[in-house]
């Protein structure tokens, strides 16, 4: 549910009581899409706002904690990533961290709505500026149907950069997708996926996202924890899915010696992910399993 009064654009959490505001200049863009309602804003602190159907989706300001959280614990934990692909992340700022793996050879980017691409190239232009690396590689469609025909054993990391578990993407977090992503899966490959709130949805959503991930062979599973300061609560979390390795440990010296320029991402940043609160190890104290320790 959304407000717009008196210059200021409101996202209402009302089964929670609580909403979030930004200060916002004037509505740059609006159009209904083939599958939602796309709004781009200009805001007067946060840079642009991204907002579809109603929900926040990013901010100039603050969308690299959520890009950098989604791609680099899970491209530093496998071994050598080569071949990755993105579902969803249409404004390609997941795109772009993946990009700055030189290791990657190549990324796809599969996302259902085109026009969330085009509005980000306009109005993001500097989360598309890797959208010409000839390693990259874009296809609108479905991502559950593209994960259903692509060839087995044929992906290093799998990112699931969605919006919430409803509509085009509610079968983004349904066991079914996680065995087609375990066939898709190289040896070693690891998928990770936007989980939503800990504080909100860690009964719910990410509880179900560790028994379905285990369900569909995912040896090991974990939550990482991070700030985003436009999203429901502030605080929002990755859930990384493992089939042979554990993902306590990961390329820590690769991560320190790093060849790129990140804001948030580090491996002291890393490590304090991994640490998840007491509350959530309590929730999810049954999915873990003795070799994750
Ligand atoms: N960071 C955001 C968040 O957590 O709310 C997600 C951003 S990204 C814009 C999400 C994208 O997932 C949207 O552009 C949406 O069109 C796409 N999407 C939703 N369902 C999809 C599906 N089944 N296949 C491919 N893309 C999908």
Redesign the pocket.
């Known amino acids: 549910m959304t407000a717009l009064n008196e210059g200021w654009f409101t996202e209402v959490f009302q089964d929670q009581g609580t909403a979030f505001s930004l200060q916002v200049k004037r509505k740059l863009h609006e159009e209904q899409t083939p ?2 309602k796309l709004e781009i804003y200009e805001t007067e602190t946060f840079g642009n706002l991204m907002v ?1 159907d109603g ?1 926040v ?2 901010t100039t300001r603050d969308n690299f904690l ?1 890009h950098e959280m989604m791609t680099h614990p899970a491209l530093f934990t496998h071994k050598d990533p080569k071949k990755v692909v993105i ?5 390609c700022g997941t795109l772009k961290e993946v990009l700055k793996h030189p290791g990657v050879q190549e990324a796809w980017q ?4 085109e026009r ?1 691409t085009r509005m980000s190239e306009k109005y993001f232009p500097e989360l598309c500026e890797a959208n010409g690396d000839p390693r990259a590689n874009f296809f609108f469609g ?3 149907q593209w994960m259903r025909d692509i060839e087995p054993n044929s992906i290093d990391v799998l990112i699931i ?4 578990p409803v509509g ?2 509610e ?2 977090f349904a066991l079914d997708f996680y065995r087609d992503a375990m066939l898709a899966l190289r040896e070693g490959g690891i998928i990770v996926q ?1 989980s939503e709130s800990p504080l909100l949805h860690t009964n719910t959503i990410i509880k179900d996202i560790h028994d379905d991930m285990h369900k569909a062979g995912f040896g090991h599973v974990q939550t990482l924890p991070f700030p985003q300061p436009v999203y429901p609560t502030g605080w929002w979390s990755c859930t990384m899915g493992s089939k042979e390795n554990p993902l306590k440990y990961f390329r820590e010296e690769d991560a320190n010696n790093r060849p790129f320029v990140t804001r948030y991402y580090n491996a002291g940043v890393h490590h304090g992910a991994l640490a998840m609160p007491q509350f959530m190890v309590d929730a999810l104290e049954d999915e873990v399993r003795p070799e994750e320790g």
């Open positions: 599958f939602q579809l929900c989706m990013l959520y579902v969803g992340g249409g404004d599969v996302e259902i709505d969330v479905d991502g559950i950069d969605s919006t919430d085009p993407a079968g983004l936007q």
